[in-house]
């Protein structure tokens, strides 16, 4: 991100009381457009409150918030509710409401015509996996948890918002689920666009989808920085405390191919240097390494070398000619991974 991305978010110095408890606490953030933002912190320390000052659900004591670099004080409820998009766990539908109707809400109260209603919802529908001859005319009640969460996503989309509000929005689901949610969210092309905050206390959530995270405890921020960051370069002891318990896990998650291709043997390079065939596996170096062991541990698509091993092919630099591709197996992965971290952490 440049320093010239114009700012979508800004908020400066705010603080929120509630009788004599402080719970956020002086809190600044700069946030560019198309950027992923994710508030984490222990229960109760002040990030849905920090969340919903942010769209004025909640007015700050002090401090204050810029959207598309304009006073969210001088700014209408509807060109608030226009340019910023809302989730909650709770979802929130209307129960007597079916998906196609609740996904119409807002561009409704918008004032937009119905054709374009209607266009826009089965679209949506249709991106999020809820084919719209099946689900549009169903109500709420009818729908599992998980297309329940869908569709609340779907109409916080509708209005087509530059920016999302998401507090908890997975909070409710299984684990399995709501991984599987989590990989079809991130992958959502619609997303990417946009400017993103969402709250989480889940901190594999918190890795595998932000860009930034601003770590909280007790109204105030801890860190604020890349996953990578908070990770290897702890701020304070809080912080390190708080990743203690999965750190291996959020490892996998943070490094990836790009950082570990030099720690790769000359002779695998050497070897490996092959044309792959078209239906072999082929990685971008952008993948994290936790990625490249799903991808090297399932059974689908598996190029096996001689000694029966499952590599998987990565794009390991550009020449003005052709891309060339090396072949890597679970071990030569796992052992570059090892010789990565010792680096980083002694850097
Ligand atoms: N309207 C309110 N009136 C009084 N106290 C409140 C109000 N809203 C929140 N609080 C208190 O403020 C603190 C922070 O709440 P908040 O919901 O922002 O935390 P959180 O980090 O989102 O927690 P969780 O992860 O459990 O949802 C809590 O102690 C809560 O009890």
């Keep these: 991100m440049t320093s010239s991305s114009p700012l979508a978010i800004q908020a ?3 603080s929120k009381r509630y009788g004599p408890h402080a719970v956020v606490q002086n809190v600044s953030f700069a946030l560019p457009a ?5 508030l984490l912190g222990p229960s109760g320390c002040g990030k849905t409150t920090l969340l919903r000052m942010l769209n004025r659900l909640v007015e700050p004591d002090e401090g204050s918030v810029a959207v598309q670099g304009q006073d969210v004080r001088t700014q209408s409820a509807a060109a608030l509710r226009r340019g910023i998009g809302y989730v909650i766990q709770q979802v929130g539908l209307l129960p007597h409401y079916t998906v196609a109707e609740n ?3 807002v561009p409704r109260l918008l004032g937009q015509e119905e054709p374009q209603v209607a266009a826009r919802t089965e679209e949506l529908l249709r991106r999020l996996h809820l084919p719209p001859e099946r689900f549009a005319g169903l109500y709420p009640h009818q729908l599992s948890g998980g297309q329940q969460q869908r569709v609340g ?7 087509d918002p530059p920016i999302i509000l998401l507090d ?6 299984d684990p399995i689920t709501r991984a599987s949610i989590r990989r079809e969210f991130r992958e959502l092309e619609e997303l990417r666009r946009k400017t993103v905050v969402l709250v989480t206390h889940d901190v594999t959530e918190a890795f595998e989808l932000a860009d930034r995270i601003m770590l909280l405890n007790a109204g105030q921020v801890q860190q604020l920085g890349t996953p990578k960051e908070l990770l290897f370069r702890p701020a304070n002891e809080f912080v390190r405390r708080f990743f203690d318990a999965e750190k291996f896990s959020l490892q996998l998650r943070t490094l990836r191919l790009a950082d570990v291709m030099t720690y790769i043997p000359n002779e695998v390079h050497n070897n490996s240097l ?9 990685l971008p170096l952008s993948v994290t390494i936790q990625e490249a062991i799903e991808a090297l541990s399932s059974p689908s698509g598996l190029q096996t070398s001689a000694e029966e091993e499952a590599v998987v092919w990565v794009e390991a ?3 003005p000619s052709a891309t ?8 030569q992965l796992m052992t570059a991974f090892g010789r990565a971290l010792q680096d980083v952490q002694t850097a």
């Design 12 to 14: 400066t110095q705010l």
């Design 34 to 38: 198309g950027e992923t933002l994710v």
């Design 103 to 105: 996904v119409g809400v």
């Design 153 to 159: 996503l779907a109409r916080a989309l509708a209005a």
């Design 168 to 173: 908890e929005p997975f909070g409710a689901l």
């Design 274 to 282: 092959h044309t792959y065939k078209s239906a072999d596996k082929v």
């Design 317 to 319: 630099g550009n020449s």
């Design 324 to 331: 060339a591709y090396i072949s890597l197996t679970l071990p």
